[in-house]
């Protein structure tokens, strides 16, 4: 069976219908942070490397590419950091070549004090790095980061980055109940954001499973109190609401264990991210539960459906 490295569009609460590109294997991340909706990483590691050959990745952008996607973005992100792939400059400036959809980076930004890293994403339309902590404490307790990355160098690199990137930042700040969501940690957020001058401020939770329990949602309330302090540019982050155009397709049981592999999601999430009536989609996914394929999980009120985790 073919590896695919391609995956969706899949729906974002960030960049609308996003076409998803891995550029490392599973779980290969600087950071193990108590949130992550894939679990606990695997490899923890600051080794730059062709994870993933660029031309492979590439033959399969194509050919998404030559049947017509229709996606507001090509994400660069995936089953892990993607800046960890020594490619992924080249990645850009190819993919850029063939299509007008603009390239988005998601990354963790532990890597932005590396100047190759910050070269690397000079084409990107857009970056949208994450800010989780504002001092060391913080930084240790929820990213998990590699043992060389400090906050002091990975918040350097990121002010070292909006002074050379001339495209587009949104920055992502994660809050978890208990842990960094009071107003008082918004005020020190506040400082950082200052001098990193992103273009936007996403707010986030964990609205989905999580690596750890203890990863738990903000109050809509908390948010709101959260966000009002970090001023005008932040907003927190909307449930995705796709189009209910929908169609018949061949591979869904192939392209719906695909999107599971990437993150948890809804019945809706898949409906709009494979285009797929939601009727259509429980006829695979009961049989996918029943099989012990996939699981459910209930997070309050909310189902998500996810692959049985890995030993």
Same mark, same amino acid.
């Given at each position: 069976?073919?590896?695919?490295?391609?995956?969706?569009?899949?729906?974002?609460?960030?960049?609308?219908?996003?076409?998803?590109?891995?550029?490392?294997?599973?779980k290969v991340c600087s950071y193990d942070c108590i949130y992550c909706q894939l679990g606990r990483t695997k490899a923890k590691t600051i080794e730059r490397k062709p994870y993933i050959p660029v031309g492979s990745i590439?033959?399969?952008?194509?050919?998404?590419?030559?049947?017509?996607?229709?996606?507001?973005?090509?994400?660069?992100?995936?089953?892990?950091?993607?800046?960890?792939?020594?490619?992924?400059?080249?990645?850009?400036?190819?993919?850029?070549k063939h299509t007008e959809i603009p390239v988005a980076v998601l990354t963790n930004g532990s890597l932005l004090g590396n100047s190759q890293v910050r070269e690397s994403m000079m084409e990107a339309d857009v970056v949208l790095p994450s800010l989780d902590a504002y001092d060391q404490q913080g930084f240790e307790a929820i990213n998990r980061p590699h043992p060389e990355i400090s906050f002091e160098t990975m918040v350097h690199g990121l002010v070292a980055f909006r002074k050379e990137y001339p495209g587009q930042i949104w920055l992502e700040v994660f809050i978890l109940d208990g842990i960094n969501a009071t107003e008082a940690d918004a005020i020190q957020f506040r400082d950082w954001i200052a001098r990193i001058n992103p273009q936007k401020i996403h707010i986030n939770t964990a609205v989905r499973p999580s690596a750890e329990a203890h990863a738990r949602q903000v109050s809509s309330e908390g948010m709101a109190r959260f966000c009002k302090i970090l001023g005008k540019e932040a907003e927190v982050i909307a449930p995705f609401r796709g189009s209910e155009k929908h169609e018949r397709r061949a591979n869904v049981e192939e392209d719906l264990l695909s999107l599971l592999?990437?993150?948890?999601?809804? #019945?809706?999430?898949?409906?709009?991210?494979?285009? @797929?009536? /939601?009727?259509? &989609?429980?006829? *695979?996914?009961?049989? #996918?539960?029943?099989?012990?394929?996939?699981?459910? @999980?209930? /997070?309050?009120? &909310?189902?998500? *459906?996810?692959?049985?985790?890995?030993?």
């Open positions: 069976m073919t590896e695919h490295f391609i995956y969706g569009p899949v729906p974002s609460r960030r960049l609308g219908h996003s076409l998803g590109v891995d550029l490392v294997p599973y590439l033959d399969q952008v194509y050919q998404k590419l030559k049947e017509g996607v229709c996606a507001d973005y090509i994400t660069l992100a995936g089953s892990g950091e993607p800046t960890l792939n020594s490619e992924i400059g080249t990645l850009i400036h190819e993919i850029k592999a990437r993150r948890p999601c809804t #019945l809706d999430d898949i409906s709009s991210g494979l285009t @797929v009536h /939601k009727n259509e &989609v429980l006829k *695979y996914l009961e049989p #996918l539960v029943r099989n012990h394929t996939i699981d459910m @999980v209930k /997070k309050g009120s &909310v189902v998500y *459906y996810q692959p049985k985790k890995r030993q």
